[in-house]
C-alpha cells in the first residue's frame, strides 16, 4: 500500500484537501469520471454495434431472417446514437431555458 501511494505521488497525484478525509466537494471528480467513462463505453459500444450490424449484413446473403438481424442490431445502433444526440441537446435546450450557463458540468456549491 506504501509503495502504491508513493508511486501515485511520484507521478503527481495528491489529495487536494492534504490528509483531510475526503468531502462532499470531491463528489464532483467522481461524477465527472463516472459520466466520461460511461461515455466512452457507450461509444464503443455503437462502434461495436455497427461493425457487428455491417459484418451480418454483408454476410447475410440471401437469407432473410439473417438479414433481419442484421438490421435490428443497425436499427438499435442508430437509435442510440440518437439517443445519445437527444440526451445533449436536452440539456443544451434546459440551459438556454433556464439561463444556467452550463447544465454538463455537475458543481456542488457552498
Same mark, same amino acid.
Given at each position: 500500500m506504501f509503495v502504491v501511494m508513493n508511486n501515485l505521488l511520484a507521478q503527481g497525484w495528491s489529495n487536494p484537501s492534504g490528509n483531510n478525509p475526503a468531502q462532499l466537494s470531491d463528489l464532483e471528480v467522481v461524477f465527472a469520471s463516472v459520466v466520461k467513462y460511461a461515455?466512452? $463505453?457507450a461509444a464503443i459500444a455503437l462502434f461495436v454495434? $455497427?461493425?457487428v450490424g455491417g459484418f451480418k449484413y454483408i454476410t447475410a446473403g440471401s437469407d432473410p431472417k439473417a438479414m433481419e438481424a442484421a438490421k435490428k442490431t443497425l436499427t438499435y445502433?442508430?437509435?442510440?446514437?440518437?439517443l445519445l444526440a437527444l440526451a445533449f441537446l436536452i440539456l443544451k435546450l434546459l440551459s438556454v431555458i433556464t439561463n444556467i450557463p452550463d447544465l454538463t458540468t455537475f458543481t456542488i456549491r457552498q
Open positions: 461515455l466512452g $463505453f454495434m $455497427f461493425t445502433a442508430i437509435g442510440g446514437v440518437v
